[in-house]
């Protein structure tokens, strides 16, 4: 049987989340930062030189913490309609930015830590952005990562088959769970190297338009570094 390619689910996915953030007034995602981020993230004292980078940044509940490390912050994603969405008194703190997570329209080596959250099992193409996100961080810079696996409260949620791989969450946004051995993989296919990986647990309440009842996360969250040199 032949599948679409995943480029053109890509472009699908794309369009599904832009019209999701476009359907409502509300946040899709609230206001508060994801669970795992205050444990995990990294103190400024022990980045490199350099910005930081909210990659699919959705409608920035995100961006308060990692302002508060006092470093410039730039916060991009596909969807227009969720950067439209980012608060004012954010905004005027943040460079904004619409793009392809596999290709932003950035130099090299710019970024001293790099956030993706929530984002990795939504991607048909992980392991071209997680090199592009290689490509993007200063060597010695830190990735943030959480890539949940089978374990999640909203694996096999209204998830149908996707054509050829992963699975289609109401049958447009696509969705892909990975075992603890498989996200690993995926970083060091990227030439990233483990600094931590664990599991961490939280709730989240219903997400307007998206999943109607508060559930459960579980995720693996992962640090890696792009080695220096
Ligand atoms: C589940 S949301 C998470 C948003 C945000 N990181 C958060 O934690 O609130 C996934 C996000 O990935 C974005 N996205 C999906 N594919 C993308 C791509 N190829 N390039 C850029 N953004 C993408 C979507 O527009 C959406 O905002």
Redesign the pocket.
Known sequence: MSHPPTTEI?AE??SA??QL?ASTPESI?GREP?GFLRRHLPAASVLPPGALL??????G??LPPLLELGRPVTA????AA?LAKIPAALRARVTILE????QLPLGDAQFAFI?????VE??PEPAT?LTEMRRLLVPGGLLLVNIPGDDDGIAGIDMQPAPGHGWLYRGRYYYHFYGRAEAEALLAAAGLALVASEVSAWDEPPHPQFRPEPHAHRSRVLLARRPAG
């Open positions: 890509n996915n794309k989340w832009n953030y995602w994801v909210d990659a699919a940044a959705g409608e509940r995100n991009c994603d596909a969807a969720a793009c392809d997570l596999a956030l993706l959250s929530d984002v939504t991607l952005v």
